[in-house]
């Protein structure tokens, strides 16, 4: 067995051994341990976001750990089973790093296992595109991922370009980036898994968290991307703030029939990491799975599902 594959499995056969309640002990052990400095880092970051639950230390509050404690403790064969179907050490590696960043605050694998070489979804290695492509990016922000898009594969390599984005002001930031460039379909939609109307949830932390929820400051059009775009799509980049597996239970007829590329976050919660990889294997079989890292190794966020047909 090598390395990897140990680390991995023993870290699966003691969590598998212990209580939810052990684990969580656990964890709440190895983050007394943690500097002070970093102890704040980490809560703080938690809580501005509020993704992943509440970290307040002082006052006694460790939502976030007990439910990292719960996804460990009633998933681990889940993560056993995404372990199995990466395409790569690399990827398995990264898996390894998060868990164990999850459970022991493990910074040193993080760090190793972060990527420098590619931009966030376009690692040259692995996603290879043609001036055929149908590309849709849902998360689009300011246009920076189609802009990054264009810069790694060129200005000839897409056909067309879908950019889905929920929040006006950013929206009309992102037609003054992407304006020189043709053949782009700008949408000021929100993407779910059946139409209708939902609400923008601001973040204060920042304005490319902005979420979707059912109470906010204005109304929203969601569609589902099925019923909003008819041609072949042949790569789709997801990041919406914990809205992915909706977005690709709205995308199913998609991947299923078009079998394109699929770049996901999948760090907006404790379960998208192993569900949405279930997900798009209930959709299509063959999918091929990589995991990228390009955050902070002290919290683990920005993880890229990279699936391939």
Same mark, same amino acid.
């Given at each position: ?94 898996? /390894? ?14 760090? $190793?296992?972060? $990527? ?102 204005? $109304? ?20 919406? $703030?914990? /809205? ?66």
């Amino acid at each position: 067995m090598n390395i990897i594959d140990k680390k991995f499995f023993d870290l699966a056969k003691e969590i598998e051994s212990l209580t939810e309640e052990e684990i969580c002990r656990n964890i709440k052990a190895a983050f007394a341990a943690v500097h002070r400095d970093t102890q704040r880092s980490l809560a703080d970051f938690f809580n501005k976001f509020g993704f992943w639950g509440r970290l307040d230390p002082d006052a006694g509050v460790f939502e976030e750990i007990e439910l990292k404690a719960r996804a460990l403790r009633e998933h681990m064969d889940d993560f056993v089973w995404l372990y199995g179907r990466l395409a790569d050490f690399r990827s398995k590696k990264t898996l /390894f790093a998060v868990l164990n960043n999850w459970y022991r605050y493990d910074f040193k694998t993080s760090t $190793e296992t972060k $990527e420098y070489l590619f931009d966030e979804y376009f690692d040259l290695d692995l996603v290879k595109c043609t001036r055929d492509e149908v590309v849709v990016d849902l998360g689009a922000y300011i246009g920076d991922s189609v802009v990054s898009y264009l810069v790694n594969y060129g200005a000839d390599c897409y056909k067309k370009i879908y950019c889905y984005e929920i929040t006006p002001e950013i929206f009309e930031l992102m037609k003054q980036t992407l304006s020189r460039f043709e053949r782009i379909d700008m949408r000021l939609k929100g993407v779910s898994d059946e139409e209708g109307t939902l609400r923008l949830s601001p973040c204060d932390a920042s304005s490319s968290s902005n979420t979707l929820a059912e109470e906010g400051v204005r $109304e929203v059009d969601v569609v589902t991307l099925d019923a909003d775009i008819q041609e072949p799509v042949t790569l789709i980049k997801a990041d919406i $703030e914990g /809205f992915e597996q909706k977005a690709l239970r709205g995308a199913a007829e998609h991947i299923r029939r078009d079998r394109p590329k699929l770049l996901i976050s999948v760090y907006h919660n404790n379960e998208d990491l192993w569900k949405i990889p279930r997900m798009i294997d209930s959709f299509a079989e063959g999918y091929r799975f990589y995991l990228r890292y390009k955050s902070s190794p002290v919290y683990p966020t920005e993880i890229t599902l990279i699936a391939l047909p």
